[in-house]
């Protein structure tokens, strides 16, 4: 009867406002039935007049009262009046001079409710999105036909949806709506909010009416809840894959050309990311404007910093060790000691800041996941590097030496290939990866003289489950880790996944000693 | 009486046919040559016989009874197959006397190699083996050997096996011209007390060794018989002889 | 060959009288510690003939061999917790402070055995064993050898480091095993104890070495080169190789397991540091230092880089890591044959002296 009443009311209560104006609505608030006044309350409260907050808030408090000399509506506040409409001053007043407005217990909820959906005709959309909002955290069916008018004028899709939300949720606590409207608006709330409607859908098992909808938009809501599941694991597997991919695919060609593991490679991307930090400092100190260029002008630095030092180590050390791969193991595990402990000497043992540029800072909703722009930034870059090798290794003269010396180098050299300088400038290269790769490491990790020891045993397993040399071994690789790790880290926590898939991995050699993709070189036949 | 049989046995790799229904029958006693250009499939069927690798197709059976793709490398060397590399492969920082004790007959596992080296009748057997491939000295380096004598060593370790089937990958690659002639002989001697299966590229070393040949092609068996005959067959002449 | 090599006998007499000068000496012209970082020195020395057992003879380069140290170690930890008793801070006298820590009820399973200092000295051998056993199998019979090898020890390393991080795992977590009290009743800082130690670390170097030796001058150690030299050969000269790498792995691994006991009381703690892979790279500098495939030589080099490392982290702290990465680079470019092996070349060449290829 009475949603009946309230819509009729929705209905005229434009020609009402029309016809009564604010003032003529306020002074006839203390007078006929409480239904009466209730309805004036809420022809008040949609009226969108900026006197309305003060008047009903001093109605619901008590203090809105009736001068005995002159019949003004005014608000007593420590015995002084104010005209509630004129907001003139009414002078002091005591509490025989005034009739209080009555309000009983009914009323009074009547009225908060009202207060509540004053914002709903603010000015601003954001503004009657948020009081929206506020009503679907605290809905109260008393709210439903200012909910109703505001729909009706609403034209901002923002608000409109946010509206629409609140009005379902009132619905749900109406004692009034019908089955059809409580199921529809059950259904509403279920499809947009998700996850956050189970505590307020829950309850609606016991109501006999709602007992299948509530029980069919849960088990909804369960499933898009594990889809978004499966979907922030799969994205936290790909995130963690494009990491392992940077670090240890510079691993893997110096690894497939040159048929030498280099153990100082974790400490090339630890140094890369020690050049971002440099940048970023002088960045800071003489151009700060430039600080969301940080990373494009580390970019190139870091690799050839690194670079260099790869060739150089490949000049002095390990050239002198071809055909030693264990040697060569050990000499470069000695190379990673002694620039460990240098950065360790320049820029002390504790983590560097290293700042993210406003592009990489924030996040995206993709599909209801929420990924964040330096892990987007860094698969793409990841994707970028491995295109790049892959541009290099087919393309380039280069490249194709590097693929000749892979498949025979004894070969290759007979064919006039200059293995020598192939070995040089394939460390140089891996080592220049490896550089680029801290740029973006320091953008997700802490930069201290221990990050390349975090990556080495984690990049190595890629290279042998890939298969050394391949880059499509090690994309597959990389990925394929990253995803199961995170898909084992709920079931086990995040070490005992690590541990899970070293055992993996070393029963998966058992089937394919040279990894997924197998090179087929003579260099990696050890 | 057969030693090896090979029955319509094929292997690729990566979609590379090696062996292509590959038919072949060893005598007991037989030498027999293998002839065939680069890529006839001549190491994959050597792999094929000692277990390295197996077949996609096809049986190999040794002495009748014993299935070959059944067994690994070092199964089918106690079995009594030996097998002699085209680059010779000897244990370099051991001496030729323990080159030739590891190669010795005898038990194989690991806790008969704690127990110590062969007895006496060891020793005897190592003086005959050196003495046939010509080492003086039984305490000098193998590393420190000259290349030839690399092969020698290898060879006598083939022997001190007590093989019934010798494979033997290009022996005369690396060799003067007299230890070519003289490796023949050797060859031709060991025939009939042994089976021997020899790889070769070496023309006039197949001619010396005087035996059956088989050429292969493409992992298939071309032409078999004596050497005028097979020299003489077109096809051959085509792949092969006439390059 | 004869088991006791020149090389074996002056490493041997020297281990002697060090054994005996030391205790003397100790407290007037050595420091009151002496014995306990003699002790010390006399573990890391037969973890390295341990890993020179298989990197020097089988080629196989263990970056792993931490591992079975540290398994050793916590067996003999784990006793030596039992034996804390009452005595612990929460006075429990059954369950390790620790698990009291943790709100455990009971000892779990595998915390059984370690009251009995019996059963701990078969644990010490059967625990690193039967990993060392179990993982071989899988990476021999896959034919996994050179540096992949080498990679999946080293994660085999870091995955029980990892293990033994986590509380569940049930060992200390992050502190280890520490707060040791004494060892079948005495107490761990009494002289008597410490000497026992030591000299029970000198006679394990020396077994231990005698052990390696007897392995390595039998026909199986010529079948071990072998294989080391041309594994193919091996195979078609009809020797299983992965029984043979089996075999000298799971030796070589109990020795390290030995080495890793005995060093725990010496030091008094044991933590998952231990299972680091820095740490068991650094065993093959020993090994590489003193000389690979020469067994002596490794003790040796174990013991004069332990040295080092205590004067000059002592002397000068940040040099430590830049000696440490200059020696793993100059050995390897420079004394490939280790510190034994250049002066054996020294000496009149002789035609059995076995070389080593690099």
């Known amino acids: 009867m009475r949603l009946i009443r309230l819509i009729l009311l929705c209905l005229i209560m434009p020609a009402a406002a029309l016809a009564q104006s604010f003032e003529e609505i306020a002074r006839a608030l203390p007078e006929g039935s409480y239904d009466d006044r209730a309805d004036r309350v809420s022809a008040l409260a949609s009226s969108g007049d900026p006197r309305a907050e003060a008047l009903l808030t001093a109605l619901v408090g008590g203090d809105l009262a009736v001068l005995k000399s002159d019949g003004r509506l005014v608000i007593v506040t420590d015995g002084s009046a104010t005209d509630a409409l004129s907001g003139d001053p009414a002078g002091s007043v005591t509490r025989r001079d005034v009739t209080p407005v009555r309000v009983n217990n009914n009323l009074r909820g009547h009225v908060r409710a009202a207060l509540g959906t004053l914002g709903l005709v603010a000015e601003s959309p954001a503004a009657r999105t948020r009081a929206a909002a506020q009503v679907e955290a605290a809905p109260d069916p008393a709210q439903l036909s200012a909910l109703e008018a505001a729909l009706s004028r609403e034209t901002d899709t923002k608000a409109r949806d946010a509206l629409e939300i609140a009005r379902a949720s009132v619905l749900l606590v109406a004692p009034d709506a019908t089955p059809d409207e409580r199921a529809e608006a059950l259904a509403l709330i279920a499809e947009r909010r998700g996850a956050a409607a189970q505590g307020r859908i829950r309850p609606l098992l016991s109501d006999p009416a709602l007992k299948d909808a509530a029980r069919t938009a849960l088990a909804d809501i369960e499933r898009a809840e594990a889809l978004r599941g499966w979907g922030l694991t799969l994205w936290q597997g790909l995130s963690l894959g494009s990491v392992l991919l940077l670090a240890a695919i510079g691993l893997s060609i110096t690894f497939g050309v040159c048929g030498v593991i280099n153990m100082a490679h974790g400490e090339l991307v630890m140094l890369g990311a020690y050049t971002t930090f440099m940048v970023q400092e002088v960045i800071r100190t003489h151009a700060p404007g430039l600080f969301d260029w940080s990373l494009a002008i580390a970019l190139p630095l870091a690799f050839l910093v690194t670079a260099a030092i790869g060739i150089a180590v490949e000049r002095g050390i390990v050239r002198r060790l071809y055909g030693r791969p264990l040697e060569t193991l050990l000499a470069t595990w000695g190379v990673s000691l002694i620039l460990q402990q240098a950065v360790r000497s320049i820029f002390g043992p504790n983590n560097r800041q290293v700042g993210n540029p406003s592009w990489m800072s924030g996040s995206v909703e993709v599909l209801g996941l929420s990924l964040t722009w330096n892990r987007i930034w860094i698969m793409l870059f990841a994707l970028a590097v491995f295109g790049f090798l892959m541009l290099v290794l087919r393309r380039t003269a280069l490249g194709l030496q590097m693929r000749a010396v892979t498949q025979n180098r004894a070969m290759a050299a007979e064919m006039g290939i200059r293995t020598g300088r192939v070995d040089a400038l394939t460390f140089g290269l891996g080592a220049g990866i490896a550089g680029l790769a801290g740029v973006a490491l320091s953008q997700i990790d802490n930069v201290s003289p221990n990050l390349g020891q975090g990556y080495i045993v984690d990049s190595f397993m890629v290279v042998v489950f890939g298969g050394a040399g391949s880059l499509w071994g090690t994309l597959a690789g990389a990925f394929t880790l990253g995803i199961v790790n995170k898909l084992a880290e709920p079931l086990a926590g995040a070490m005992l996944a690590k541990v899970m898939i070293l055992i993996f991995i070393i029963l998966f050699i058992q089937k394919r000693p040279r990894g997924l993709f197998p090179t087929r070189g003579r260099a990696v036949e050890g | ?243 | 060959m004869r088991l006791i090599d020149r090389n074996m006998t002056v490493f041997l007499g020297g281990l002697f009288i060090l054994t005996v000068a030391i205790p003397l000496m100790q407290g007037n012209i050595l420091p009151g510690y002496a014995i306990q970082l003699a002790g010390k020195y006399l573990c890391y020395a037969l973890l390295a003939v341990a890993l020179d057992l298989v990197w020097g003879y089988a080629g196989i380069l263990s970056l792993g061999h931490g591992a079975f140290f540290a398994l050793g170690a916590y067996v003999m930890g784990m006793h030596l917790m039992r034996e804390i008793g009452t005595r612990g801070v929460y006075a429990n006298p059954e369950l390790p402070d620790f698990m009291v820590f943790l709100n455990w009820d009971s000892l779990p399973w595998y915390w059984l055995a370690s009251g009995s200092f019996a059963a701990t000295l078969a644990l010490i051998l059967l625990v690193p064993g039967c990993l060392a056993f179990v993982f071989g199998w899988f990476a021999f019979r896959a034919r996994v050898s050179g540096v992949y090898l080498s990679i999946i020890t080293q994660a085999m390393t870091y995955a029980l480091m990892l293990a033994f991080f986590r509380n569940e795992m049930g060992f200390g977590g992050n502190n280890g095993l520490t707060d040791f009290k004494d060892l079948l009743g005495v107490s761990l800082s009494s002289p008597e104890m410490r000497l026992v130690l030591f000299i029970a670390s000198a006679l394990a170097l020396a077994g231990g070495l005698l052990l390696a030796r007897a392995i390595t001058a039998s026909h199986l150690g010529r079948v071990l080169v072998a294989i080391r030299d041309a594994e193919s050969r091996t195979r078609f000269l009809g020797y299983r190789v992965e029984h043979y790498k089996l075999f000298v792995w799971t030796v070589s691994a109990m020795m390290a397991g030995v080495a890793g006991a005995l060093y725990v009381p010496q030091v008094g703690i044991v933590n998952p540091g231990e299972f680091a892979p820095a740490n068991s790279i650094e065993v093959v500098i020993w090994v590489a230092l003193g000389g690979r495939g020469t067994l002596a030589g490794a003790a040796l080099g174990a013991i004069m880089v332990a040295l080092t490392r205590t004067l000059l982290t002592g002397w000068l702290p940040d040099a430590w890591l830049y000696a440490l990465g200059a020696l793993f680079i100059l050995v390897t470019l420079y004394l490939p044959k280790g510190i034994v092996g250049a002066l054996g070349d020294l000496r009149p060449a002789r035609k059995q002296s076995k070389e080593v290829p690099a």
């Open chain 2, 1 to 243: 009486m057969t030693i090896l049989n090979i029955d319509s046995v094929s292997k690729s790799f990566d979609g590379f046919r090696a062996i292509n229904d590959l038919n072949l029958a060893i005598d007991k006693g037989e030498l027999r040559a293998i002839i065939g250009p680069n890529g006839a499939g001549k190491t994959t069927m050597m792999d094929l016989i000692t277990g390295r690798i197996r077949p996609d197709r096809g049986t190999l059976f040794f002495d009748t009874t014993h299935d070959l793709t059944r067994l690994d490398e070092a199964g089918t060397a106690r079995l009594g197959i030996g097998r002699k590399f085209q680059k010779p492969t000897v244990i370099e920082s051991l001496t030729v006397a323990e080159n030739i004790d590891l190669a010795l007959a005898g038990p194989r596992d690991v806790w008969s190699a704690l127990r110590g080296p062969h007895g006496k009748s060891a020793v005897k057997e190592r003086a005959r083996l050196l003495d046939l491939v010509r080492l003086p000295d039984p305490d000098l380096l193998a590393g420190a050997l000259s290349h030839g004598q690399k092969q020698w060593l290898e060879i006598a370790m083939l022997l001190a096996q007590k093989p019934r089937l010798l494979l033997v990958d290009e022996p005369a690659a690396g060799m003067t011209d007299a230890e070519t002639m003289r490796t023949a002989e050797l060859l031709r001697s060991l025939a009939g007390e042994h089976s021997i299966v020899v790889v070769e590229h070496d023309m006039d070393f197949v001619r010396a060794l005087d035996c059956r040949v088989t050429v292969l092609h493409q992992g298939h068996v071309l032409a078999e018989g004596p050497l005028d005959h097979v020299s003489r067959n077109p096809e051959v002449i085509d792949v092969y002889l006439g390059r």
